[in-house]
């Protein structure tokens, strides 16, 4: 069974990288009917903390990753790595170096200044003796002739010879265990076939195939996934724009958006570009991911947002909106679901993400208080005035207020003084909305109900007469 695993280190938030590794082993594990492992890498407890584990699952849950096993904790399985760090020693696989980070340091420079490689030099390999005063670490006995190779599933044959690598530490001098050996020994104990992770790891990966073998386990697959790169081809950061996956969804993003944004960074099926969570666990496989870097775009990020909001489910969205709508200042309760999921009908079309249809929704919950200078100056003007003041009547002896309902009192008035809808319609939207641009004049009159309606269009009726009288005695004094 294909058993593959997601292992972060919960030093800060769970970031794009990170989150496509996550979806590239649970995608491989759906395909193969395989299990998904979760396991979190927090032996580094100086930088390690509880709030970034919340953040890590929260973000999984977000994404719709589920896990078959854990979370695991690496801090819980103390007892395992001394277990397996006693039976290296016993063996005779690994030993204790007394050599004091100064003595390396020293060896170091003097290795680099006569132009060989700085490595540890293995002069505690055969050491008897305890030195008194100092706190040894563990190393391997890391095999010097031949090569390592990895047969890695993206990048093909890799060889590194045994001769560059030294005998690597397993155990720090305070007695912590190293992110080389932990994650071999939690690897192996938890039977992962395919470890699936970012090609920044690739170095780590002859020195765990060592350790292996030195602990008498099978290495599973490996397939190291290219880094995700700014749109400048340099290695990704916030200065591109990209960002935490929940900071994601407070600015307003669908899981499923980032979710296929993120596979497609590096995998493709053929020139399609989205796909239903069940097509990529039919299609995904490691055949099909790039062997370079993929390029970060977030207009294409974007543009997949604004697909998703424009096909998903209203009454899904509405709910979703909800927060948006309150962090704006909008309502503080929520509202009818009714006439929200009406506001999102309306808004679906035109938002990129629910931050901005909850900006574009502002005017359906508060009446404008100034409308746009430019809207004001070309729609509302003392031309329009008795068209809004014949709308206003015929909207009043309305009994329903249905869009049909709404489109025949705007005829009764196109009708009585023989113009156009444009000349009817701009000076109702700018009214209404206090903009020149709006959903459909009908689609939006009937959410905002028939008294509303009447009172905005009021308030524009007073705000010409007013505008006009003060036009008026300007030019009387001049």
């Not at 970031?15 to 395989?34: D, E, K, P």
């Not at 002739?145 to 690597?168: C, H, R, S, W």
């Not at 509405?318 to 309306?346: Q, Y």
Request: charged content about 30%.
């Amino acid at each position: 069974m294909v058993r593959t695993r997601f292992a972060p280190s919960p030093t800060g938030h769970l970031h794009l990288g990170g989150a496509r590794t996550a979806i590239f082993n649970w995608l491989f594990a759906r395909h193969h009917q395989g299990k998904f492992l979760l396991r979190i890498e927090d032996t580094d407890r100086s930088r390690s903390t509880d709030e970034s584990i919340r953040d890590i699952l929260e973000s999984m849950k977000w994404l719709g990753l589920d896990w078959d096993e854990g979370p695991y904790r690496q801090t819980d399985r103390t007892d395992i790595y001394n277990r397996e760090i006693q039976r290296l020693l016993k063996e005779g696989k690994a030993y204790y170096c007394y050599c004091t980070p100064e003595e390396l340091e020293e060896r170091r420079k003097k290795a680099l200044k006569e132009g060989r490689m700085p490595k540890y030099d293995g002069r505690c390999r055969y050491r008897k003796e305890p030195r008194k005063g100092v706190n040894p670490v563990v190393r391997l006995k890391v095999e010097q002739d031949g090569e390592t190779v990895i047969n890695d599933l993206i990048k093909g044959k890799v060889v590194y010879p045994n001769a560059q690598l030294d005998d690597f530490i397993l155990v720090r001098s305070d007695g912590t265990p190293t992110y080389n050996f932990v994650v071999v020994v939690d690897d192996a104990l938890m039977n992962i076939t395919h470890v699936i992770r970012g090609d920044d790891h690739l170095n780590n990966t002859p020195k765990q195939i060592q350790l292996y073998k030195a602990l008498g386990y099978e290495p599973p697959l490996f397939a190291h996934v290219p880094m995700i790169l700014g749109p400048d081809r340099s290695r990704l950061s916030k200065r591109h724009g990209a960002t935490s996956v929940l900071a994601y969804r407070e600015e307003g993003y669908l899981p499923e958006a980032l979710f296929n944004f993120l596979v497609r960074l590096g995998w493709s099926h053929g020139d399609q570009e989205i796909f239903s969570k069940e097509e990529l666990i039919q299609y995904f496989s490691l055949e099909h991911v790039g062997k370079s870097p993929a390029i970060y775009n977030p207009e294409k990020l974007l543009w997949l947002n604004a697909h998703y909001i424009k096909t998903g489910d209203t009454k899904r969205l509405a709910s979703l909106l909800i927060p948006f709508l309150k962090r704006e200042g909008l309502i503080k309760e929520d509202p009818d679901p009714k006439m929200l999921a009406l506001v999102v009908e309306t808004l679906k079309e035109r938002s990129r993400t629910l931050k901005e249809m909850a900006q574009m929704a502002a005017f359906y919950f508060k009446a404008p208080t100034e409308y746009d200078p430019e809207g004001a100056s070309k729609f509302l003007t003392p031309e329009v005035l008795p068209y809004l003041q014949a709308l206003v009547s015929e909207l009043e002896r309305l009994d329903s207020f249905e869009e049909g309902d709404v489109r025949a009192a705007f005829e009764a008035v196109m009708e009585k003084f023989s113009i156009k809808l444009k000349h009817l319609a701009q000076p109702c939207r700018v009214a209404l909305t206090g903009k020149r641009v709006s959903p459909g004049i009908f689609e939006i009159m009937v959410v905002l109900g028939k008294q509303e309606c009447i009172n905005r269009l009021r308030r524009a009726i007073d705000f010409i007469e007013s505008h006009g009288e003060r036009k008026n005695s300007t030019n009387r004094s001049n």
